[in-house]
């Protein structure tokens, strides 16, 4: 992964969303020929040399300080996640590369908890959105993850590889760009896991879509908010997606899809779930009733 082109490409896509009037500077004379702010007129609103901010965006000043990245990523109002993507950016550029990743095991409370969600549908995402772990009734709703080879059992590629994907996942377009923000995020983090370059490789050649919504360089952490899943046994369930990190384990996230008590979606899933629990699956006996 060529981290100069990452950085520069990333700086301007953020230059190109603003506007001199947005921010309050005197635009430079002459024709624009780009959308957004001139380098120079980003260098004036940050307080640093057009010199210097050209030399950090063609990734040529390694030792930038913090107060600098402060002060740009301020000029391009950058949010939490893509001021700290800034960040892991130009540490990719100037630190030694990390190497040989850990495995990421999942505690054996955690697995626990996982299986004692017997109503809500949960898995342990890793590094680079791999599913480290998971539920039976998160199976029954995404697929079984355990039947996968181990480098299929990831978010991004059963969202842009999976043939299903686009029938489970009614806000599809939504849902991907999200993921992919989220892949981009974890890029920054671990420039040099050869599984990750691996796996946006397999992407860029198989997926136009992937390399569509990858040249918008959004950032963004797994979150939370409105999911809407659909399944064939219950048809389209509105749930509420929360993504909470593991104590002691900082690349590990829990993330659970949870629906209103009393909604049509709480009793789907508490059907579905009965069905898991006294040895239902996939292949059950037909549409779950609805209300």
Known sequence: MDFRTE?????????????????????????????????EELAQLAGVSVDYYVRLEQGRSQNVSDSVLDAVAGALRLDAA??????????????????????????????????????????????????????????????????????????????????????????????ARDTVAALRMDLGRYPCDDRLCGLLGELSVRSDDFNRLWAEHHVRENSHGPQRIRHPATGELPLLRETLRLPDEPDQTLVTYVAEPGSQAHTALSALAGRVLVGGGPGGHGPLPRN
Not at 106 to 128: F, K, S
């Open 7 to 39: 950085l520069a490409t990333f700086l301007r896509s953020r230059r190109a969303r603003l506007r001199p009037e947005d921010v309050g500077v005197r635009p430079f004379g002459g024709r624009r020929r780009v959308p957004g702010l001139r380098r």
């Open 82 to 175: 893509e001021r700290a993507h800034l960040g892991h950016l130009t540490r990719a550029l100037r630190d030694a590369p990390a190497q040989n990743l850990a495995p990421q095991p999942v505690r054996a409370g955690v697995q626990v908890l996982l299986g004692a969600l017997d109503e809500v549908p949960a898995y342990v995402l890793g590094r680079r959105l791999d599913i480290l772990a998971s539920n039976r009734l998160a199976r029954l709703l995404f697929g079984d993850f355990d039947a996968l080879p181990a480098e299929r059992r990831n978010v991004a590629w059963l969202h842009f590889l999976d043939p299903d994907a686009r029938e489970r996942y009614p806000d599809w377009e939504q849902t």
